[in-house]
């Protein structure tokens, strides 16, 4: 099930706001914990059983680390056999197939692929679960001692398949102690309704360009330019969007969880660009992973073998494939050499060209996220820097056809949209009437694409 489906939006949400605004303060997380099974098992009724022995695990996990805390041993090896066991299962689900793969290439053997289903939201729920455990064990958050609270926190179904990532720390106190309002509730409402336009509006409709010029074998400099646009705004506004509805959603069950994205395009440099993208994911590898490796606080080579392993990691985490681990290490080469000369560099120069400077590589780093196969993804770099034929007829269609689209999708992806919505809702009764008569136009309008549209999954879903 999607947040933008019409049996979420008009069958689930609605019943499961009734049930959960019904039932007494002490059964409320209940009420979230058995419907956010029921949201997973919609897609894949097998691996909920996979879920609820990851909520089991964790929760014995946790309570064992508590346990011994007065033995650092025995608690450190709790902790450890905790983290493998939960890096096995999401390595054996969503790694076993590429690690056979290339093991055959290497070795010309044929070992049997294994034919493994990705359980959706894995790596999300994953990460999750391994925050509780780490953030017990060094004493920023206690254990907790109800087993349905504990598992509404891992399954709660706003952020259970593609985040935001919630750190238990973030989330603890909120799960016993939380207040629904009726303002939190239209704040939630209206965020939902933004991602909903974000996704049905822009994203799905950007996806059809991007589509076309994956699936050409070489495309034109025009065409392979405008397909790396369409598939650089098409990402954020999916993403971005699916975050938008999970904290909007949050928010309506009286829950805050973290932001995500910060207008990522606006950024001066590649190293600013990751600090406003997937938001909760940067702060989780800086937590779990950066900072314990040493962080900045060491020698520069240190520090560079510290990034490097963060960001091949990234790369990693987000598919079984090696593009991803050459794109996370695309971004390591880039973030490296702004640590070390290249931020001083940029200091100096107009505003304009470090924003220019981070889109573009941004954009290209996008085509080598969005190609499995690396060769190719080579050749539409190769061809968006004049290594084949300028246009072609593709490239004017849709340039025409497509143009509009990018335009609204440039600025809405941008400070300036909602810089003017807010002017417009602040400007007095005339005012307010507009921006609530638009946003319902927008849904309207976003729910007429839903009934027509078939094609609706969310990019991140695959990760």
């Known amino acids: 099930m999607i947040f933008s489906s019409l049996i979420f939006m008009f069958v689930f949400l609605p019943a499961v706001l009734i049930l959960y605004y019904l039932v007494p303060r ?5 009420c979230l914990f058995l419907f956010s099974l029921v949201f997973y098992a919609w897609g894949e009724p097998v691996y909920v059983f996979l879920m609820l022995f990851t909520i ?27 983290i493998c066991i939960n890096l096995l299962l999401l390595g054996y689900f ?6 056979v793969d290339t093991f055959n290439s290497f070795t010309g053997l044929a070992v049997p692929v294994p034919d493994v289903v990705l359980p959706i939201g894995i790596s999300f729920y994953t990460f999750e679960s391994l925050s509780y455990m780490i953030d017990i064990y060094r004493g920023e958050a206690p254990a907790q001692r109800n087993i349905i609270d504990f598992g509404t926190y891992i399954s709660f179904f706003p952020h259970l398949v593609a985040g935001p990532i919630v750190r238990y720390e973030d989330l603890a106190a909120q799960l016993q102690n939380r207040t629904e309002t009726f303002e939190k509730f239209t704040v939630g409402g209206k965020r939902f309704m933004v991602g909903l336009f974000k996704k049905l509006l822009l ?32 990402i954020y506004f999916d993403f971005s969007g699916y975050s938008d509805m999970a904290i909007g959603l949050a928010n309506m069950f009286g829950f805050n969880i973290p932001e995500n994205f910060n207008y990522p395009y606006i950024s001066l440099s590649v190293s600013e660009f990751w600090r406003r993208w997937h938001i909760t994911l940067g702060t989780w590898f800086r937590e779990y992973v950066y ?22 990691l990234t790369g990693v985490w987000h598919g079984a494939s090696w593009n991803f681990a ?4 695309y971004y390591a080469v880039l973030i490296i050499c702004e640590k070390l000369f290249l931020q001083k560099w940029l200091d100096k120069i107009p505003v304009f060209f470090q924003w220019l400077y981070s889109f573009l590589l941004s954009v290209i780093g996008w085509v080598f996220f969005s190609y499995l196969d690396i060769h190719k993804a080579f050749g539409v770099v190769a061809a968006m820097f004049g290594f084949a034929n300028g246009t072609d007829n593709l490239g004017i269609y849709s340039l025409i056809t497509y143009a509009p689209l990018l335009i609204v999708a440039a600025f809405c992806s941008s400070t300036l949209f909602e810089k003017l919505t807010e002017k417009l809702r602040k400007s007095g009764t005339v005012g307010k009437v507009i921006w609530s008569a638009g946003f319902a136009c927008l849904f309207i309008v976003s729910l007429t694409f839903l009934v027509n549209n078939t094609y609706n999954p969310f990019l991140y879903f695959r990760f």
């Not at 002490?26 to 209940?30: R, T, V």
């Not at 076309?212 to 650089?232: D, E, H, I």
């Not at 050459?326 to 290490?329: I, K, S, Y």
């Open 291 to 312: 900072i314990p490796l040493g962080g900045n606080r060491c020698s520069k080579i240190k520090n560079v073998r510290n990034l490097a392993i963060v960001w091949v």
């Open 56 to 82: 089991a695990f964790d929760y014995l996990a946790g309570h064992l680390i508590t346990k011994y805390r007065e033995n650092t041993v025995k608690a450190r090896t709790v902790l450890v056999i905790s």
């Open 203 to 234: 994203a799905n409709n950007l996806a059809i360009l991007a589509d076309k010029v994956q699936y050409m074998g070489n495309p034109s400099t025009l065409t392979a330019w405008l397909g790396a646009l369409a598939f650089t705004f098409q």
């Open 326 to 329: 050459m794109w996370g290490a």
């Open 94 to 99: 969503k790694y076993s197939g590429l690690l």
């Open 26 to 30: 002490k059964y409320k997380n209940l």
